[in-house]
């Protein structure tokens, strides 16, 4: 009977749970609170350079500032790779943490499945044994009410372990969907630094640009200064404050705006939105002006690059030589490609779109706001059956009406459009 107790103490003794090693766990977590504490030291010194950034803007524009904000913007960038860098190591050690836990939640669950069998099998034992067995067994009646004692724990202990490994088996389960949300993280920290990267070599390249270009002539900054403030007022610049301000109406004329067929929308891979989050505050060359407000032209020449296969981007665009200090050109060669037509503002040939758009070549248009001195750019890509132009619009969306846009343009500014421009590469 005596070797029955010891055999109960042993099973009382694995219905513990069992204790792992968290050294591991530790460590990472010591990690962490020491990558929080620089990261803290990082945004402040980005906070910094971003001061920096806003006081020199303010003040007159000239070389010597514009140089300041480039090494301002280059410090700042420099320092947001390496906040980004810090998360990603932070989020592959909060990844390896969940993995560890991970393995001995797997673990511990084996191992308490096999002491509740074990703990069961011994109940099982005890009860084919009778009290009147169990009696005559006993040292005396205080060894047979220890015994009791021992089966009645047991069977509590065998209760709040099956609610433990239920609930051990949630845990692992959150644990497993919590991994994935932080791979998927992990990507987009990635994706993130490599924007980065190639923000500060923009930055760079923009400053010795600029630096070769003006040969630190004051006149020559000024030059290039005055020829964007021409060209800002060839745009509708305050589109998006008007947008903002007539946001009822331009609802309402939404509503009355028929959508094409499907059979006549172009692929969504190729369409850019001018106000797209990765890059509406992207500024154009050395300007002020950003894509959200001035990067039409830009975001249609990014659409039709992206559609013949030389992939860019609105933001990558923005930064490239050629619009240093433009906010509207196009270029008369990009890549495998060649600008066939287009830069004079006239009557547009819409027998030739038709043409190109029949020949698989979509075409730039521009929507004039009569009356005044500023235009939309969108992108043709179909005419339907009926006789209606389908367009991509880098601002009131993909798949529209040519009509739709105009529509838009005329409320917006309270007046009728033309189109007056057409731009068109093989």
């Known amino acids: 009977m005596k070797f029955r107790i010891y055999k109960f103490f042993l099973v009382i003794f694995l219905l513990f749970p069992l204790i792992t090693q968290g050294g591991l766990i530790d460590d990472i977590n010591k990690q962490i609170e020491e990558q929080e504490v620089k990261r803290a030291e990082l945004e402040r010194q980005a906070a910094e350079y971003q001061q920096v950034i806003e006081q020199k803007k303010g003040e007159i524009k000239s070389l010597s500032n514009q140089i300041a904000i480039f090494n301002a913007r280059i410090n700042k960038l420099q320092v947001e790779i390496n906040i980004t860098k810090d998360d990603i190591d932070q989020t592959e050690m909060e990844i390896i943490s969940l993995e560890y836990g991970i393995v001995q939640a797997d673990k511990d669950i084996l191992e308490q499945k096999d002491n509740l069998g074990t703990v069961i099998q011994a109940i ?3 009860d084919q044994t009778s009290q009147m067995e169990m009696i005559l067994f006993s040292d005396d009646f205080s060894d047979f009410f220890n015994q009791l004692t021992y089966l009645d724990n047991l069977q509590n202990g065998v209760k709040e372990k099956v609610e433990s490994l239920r609930a051990l088996k949630q845990l692992l389960s959150k644990d497993k969907e919590s991994k994935e949300e932080k791979k998927e993280h992990l990507q987009g920290l990635k994706e993130q630094l490599d924007s980065q990267k190639w923000s500060l070599a923009s930055q760079r390249s923009s400053k010795e640009i600029l630096l070769n270009q003006t040969r630190g002539e004051e006149g020559k900054y000024q030059q290039m200064l005055a020829n964007i403030e021409a060209q800002k007022k060839s745009l509708l610049g305050d589109i998006n404050r008007l947008r903002q301000q007539k946001a009822d109406e331009l609802a309402r004329l ?13 692929s969504l891979s190729w369409y850019y939105r001018q106000d797209d989050s990765r890059w509406t505050d992207t500024t154009i060359g050395i300007s002020d002006s950003q894509l959200g407000d001035y990067g039409c032209a830009i975001s249609s020449v990014a659409m039709i690059f992206t ?20 906010l509207i050109i196009w270029p008369d060669r990009w890549g495998s490609l060649r600008k066939v037509l287009g830069t004079y503002r006239t009557a547009v040939d819409w027998f030739r779109i038709d043409r190109e758009l029949g020949a698989g070549y979509p075409v730039i248009v521009r929507v004039q706001a009569d009356g005044y001195s500023g235009a939309h750019y969108v992108v043709v890509h179909h005419k339907t059956d009926d006789g209606r132009y389908v367009v991509h619009d880098p601002l009131f969306g993909a798949n529209i009406y040519l009509s739709s846009s105009r529509a838009f343009i005329g409320e917006l500014y309270d007046t009728s459009t033309s189109i007056n421009q057409m731009i068109v590469y093989h």
């Open 124 to 126: 099982a034992e005890f």
């Open 254 to 266: 939404e509503e009355l705006q028929e959508k094409p067929p499907s059979g006549f929308w172009a």
């Open 307 to 326: 559609y013949h296969g030389e992939t860019i981007t609105p933001k990558q665009l923005a930064k490239e030589s050629i619009y240093y200090s433009s």
